[in-house]
């Protein structure tokens, strides 16, 4: 049973969920639909309902060559896509129904990208328009695109409720795969500073384990002497370290901000190396001399 529901879910056969948002991530009943429509908290693909509006159509009717517009949409949007991270592809729906009218896909080849370009785009404007990126469950463009579109003329027109894909040209589909190469040089670059640094991490790691291996194989005077010889250096570190400071084992005077002025310095009276003397406070920019 469960493998049967699993190969139906979005499909025809589904009778609870709707397979037109399933496929192409929009419904021509919206929320009115008697079917579910499952909406991902997350994916690959994106989806900006009405990003594209072509220019109005002339006086008489006749529609505007909208070329130009379209390839300098297109550019623009792809530049700002690729600045969260590796787009795989970039469709842009010329269908006239309203719940796809205009719509953009951007899908991404990790769901991170996606998750950052949803949250940098939610409230932002475009050409006026108040941006509403969302999450959609398409995946595989080849099952939302119209055939008979494709292929000739589909028969239902730009009322068709399969995607009609803007063609783009070649010098965009370049740049387009130019983004993604970059992002892949840029990402493996990432990976390979990320293993030189565990293998250097390893190395020391290993050197370590070598010392400590040695010392438990070691006799209890060769143990002891080891011992010694740490505190001795130890020692010696922290005497070169007071001796350079000129503190004479005296912590050293922080500075707390305190009101009224930008500083104020905390600092000790008494003979330098006596070891005692009273905590006194400079309500001053500097303590007086």
Same mark, same amino acid.
């Given at each position: 049973?469960?493998?049967?529901?699993? +190969?139906?879910?979005?499909?025809?056969?589904?009778?609870?969920?709707?397979?037109?948002?399933?496929?192409?991530?929009?419904?021509?009943? #919206?929320?009115?639909?008697?079917?579910?429509?499952?909406?991902?908290?997350?994916?690959?693909?994106?989806?900006?309902?009405?990003?594209?509006?072509?220019?109005?159509? %002339?006086?008489? $009717? %006749?529609?505007?060559?909208?070329?130009?517009?379209?390839?300098?949409?297109?550019?623009?949007?792809?530049?700002?896509?690729?600045?969260?991270?590796?787009?795989?592809?970039?469709?842009?729906? /010329?269908?006239?129904?309203?719940?796809?009218?205009?719509?953009?896909?951007? *899908?991404?080849?990790? /769901?991170?990208?996606?998750?950052?370009?949803?949250?940098?785009?939610? $409230?932002?404007?475009?050409?006026?328009?108040?941006?509403?990126?969302?999450?959609?469950?398409?995946?595989?463009? @080849?099952?939302? +695109?119209?055939?008979?579109?494709? /292929?000739?003329?589909?028969?239902? $027109?730009?009322?068709?409720?399969?995607?009609?894909?803007?063609?783009?040209?070649?010098?965009? !589909? +370049?740049?387009?795969?130019?983004? @993604?190469?970059?992002? *892949?040089?840029?990402?493996?670059?990432?990976?390979?500073?990320?293993? @030189?640094?565990?293998?250097?991490?390893? =190395?020391? !790691? +290993?050197? =370590? &384990?070598?010392?400590?291996?040695?010392?438990?194989?070691?006799?209890? %005077?060769?143990?002891?002497?080891?011992?010694? /010889?740490?505190? *001795? !250096?130890?020692?010696?570190?922290?005497?070169? !370290?007071?001796?350079?400071? $000129?503190?004479? &084992? %005296?912590?050293?005077?922080?500075?707390?901000?305190?009101? &009224?002025?930008?500083?104020?310095?905390? #600092?000790?009276? &008494?003979?330098? #190396?006596? #070891?005692?003397?009273?905590?006194?406070?400079?309500?001053?920019?500097?303590?007086?001399?």
């Amino acid at each position: 049973m469960a493998d049967h529901l699993s +190969r139906i879910i979005g499909t025809e056969e589904d009778k609870i969920n709707c397979s037109f948002y399933y496929k192409i991530g929009a419904c021509r009943h #919206g929320d009115r639909c008697s079917r579910t429509h499952l909406r991902p908290l997350f994916s690959q693909t994106l989806l900006i309902p009405h990003m594209y509006l072509p220019p109005p159509p %002339q006086p008489d $009717g %006749q529609p505007v060559d909208d070329t130009q517009a379209f390839e300098d949409f297109y550019e623009e949007v792809t530049e700002e896509f690729l600045k969260f991270g590796e787009v795989e592809e970039i469709h842009v729906i /010329e269908n006239l129904g309203d719940h796809m009218f205009g719509n953009l896909y951007v *899908k991404y080849r990790h /769901e991170d990208d996606a998750e950052k370009c949803l949250k940098a785009l939610s $409230g932002r404007y475009y050409a006026g328009r108040l941006i509403m990126p969302e999450y959609s469950p398409v995946t595989d463009f @080849r099952e939302a +695109r119209c055939r008979q579109f494709e /292929e000739s003329e589909c028969a239902r $027109g730009g009322y068709c409720n399969f995607m009609h894909v803007e063609g783009v040209p070649r010098h965009l !589909s +370049r740049m387009l795969r130019k983004g @993604r190469k970059k992002k *892949k040089r840029h990402s493996r670059s990432r990976s390979r500073r990320r293993k @030189r640094s565990r293998s250097g991490s390893r =190395r020391r !790691s +290993r050197s =370590r &384990g070598k010392d400590d291996d040695n010392l438990r194989r070691a006799s209890s %005077q060769e143990r002891r002497a080891k011992i010694a /010889e740490w505190n *001795k !250096s130890k020692d010696g570190d922290s005497k070169s !370290s007071s001796k350079s400071s $000129g503190t004479n &084992g %005296q912590p050293p005077m922080p500075a707390v901000a305190g009101p &009224g002025f930008p500083q104020f310095a905390l #600092g000790y009276s &008494g003979a330098p #190396g006596a #070891g005692t003397g009273t905590l006194q406070t400079y309500t001053g920019m500097a303590p007086p001399k």
